[in-house]
């Protein structure tokens, strides 16, 4: 019991000591100041405070008002009254528009370099008909995913599904049914029998089905992933032009027959892999291919230079009277 | 002419109405940078520079208090100021302390010297503790006790809540007092 009320009175010291100054300015409301008045009764410390506090305050009022040495009117050349830009409304929102709007490009360059990333990293797997500036990245940055894949990439084509994993991957990268995502699940499509291949060229990209075909597709798809990357990152790409090419190749590979032998159906994926590496580049894939870490680089540093200027708006604004 | 005509006329460029505001508010913008950098040549020229940049930025006065309004850019001209003093200091400390000794005046009337030497010696003590609290409560502490401004005044000027104020204040007043007093323990009954 002694020890509860000895809190008590601990607590309402402290309420006393914190609040003295408001009292003394009459800030205090009706409950608070009844609750100081009553431990002003029984607290000599407090006492003692507030009247010591009360000298102070009186010595601080009867400080002298030393006058101005001079007269400071301005002259009448002063430049005439105007907000500096940064004040003005309208700057810290166009601003803060600006920086959003580049931060959706960052986000956009993002998601394509890691598309395109991936898509290299398969194709870094098979023999690489032309080193680019991807071919390289991707050797450096690819995550240890990616490397397993490339791993597993290396045996022959009829012995596993060289871009089996990567073909759902890349569709979950780009959940919407957007040409590009459309265009990045076309690696299966090479596996299809020519009806089948027909058949899908003719039904609509956006429809999802590449992605859905994907997961069963076996065999070397690393060329034609090339070309619809090269389909994807052209921009004047259409769904109508993603699915163009496709029964070219489905015909192309039509033609081949099974593979009975693993190195047989390897050496093939070298022969097919040549002239879809040119389609690729006619599709301006080498292009695309430094686009998109351009577009990274410089949304980055845009970004981050309206960032600075955002938040130095922000601190001079705040300090505007 | 009212104040609200004059700042009406000065926003539109009329420097002899700004002025004629300048007149009745040199003396509050003044004793608040003296009191705020102890230094009456610094204040002067923060007072200056203080008033230049309330006539270039009267278009962001957007009614209230005007003196509150004012003050706020004399107490932000300080604040630059004693920032820049502490990376280059031009006062040296010697003439910031001699400076400390500055009161206009002698004795008021009816005042022995010994009072006016008393006064003197409690107005120097109450200069250096004010001199030591720290920026924001001697800024609370001056347009409170000083400057006799109210609280939603000094929460204008200072872009601070009401409730903040009211910290600044009791805690710099409870400095001063421990610095008057030096500790002294107070009678028991």
Redesign the interface.
Known sequence: MPGLLGRWRRSEHRFCQ?????YL?L?LPEPARQRVERHLQEC??C???LE??Q???A???A??????????????T??????PFW?RPGTYTVMRAATVAVAAVFVVAVVGNVAIWQGWAGRAAAPASEPTFFAQSAAATAPASMGRLAATAVPPAGALPNDTPAAPMLGAGAPTPTPPAAALAAPAEPTLTAEEAAHKAVAPPGMGGGEADAVPAKGPTEPAGAEARGRALEPAATPEAAARPAPQITEARGERPTPAAPGEAAADTREAGTPTAGIAQRMGLAQGSRLWPALLYASAVVLALLAAAVLWLRRAR???? | MDEQALIVSARTGNPHAFNALVSAYQGVAYNVAYRVIGHPEAAADATQDALLAAYRALPSFRGGSFRAWLLRIVTNVCYDRLRQNKRRPQVSLDEMAEDLDYVPGLAADGESPEDVVLRQDVQRILEMAIAKLPFDQRVAVVLSDVEGLSYEEIAAATGATVGTVKSRLSRARARLRDFLTQGREPLRP
């Open positions: 914190e609040n003295l100054s408001g300015d800030q000599a410390r006492r003692w405070d010591t506090l000298q102070t305050v010595l601080l009022r400080m002298p008002r030393p006058r101005p040495p001079r007269s400071f009117a301005i002259p009448e002063a430049p005439a009254p105007s907000l004040m705040a300090r505007w009277p």
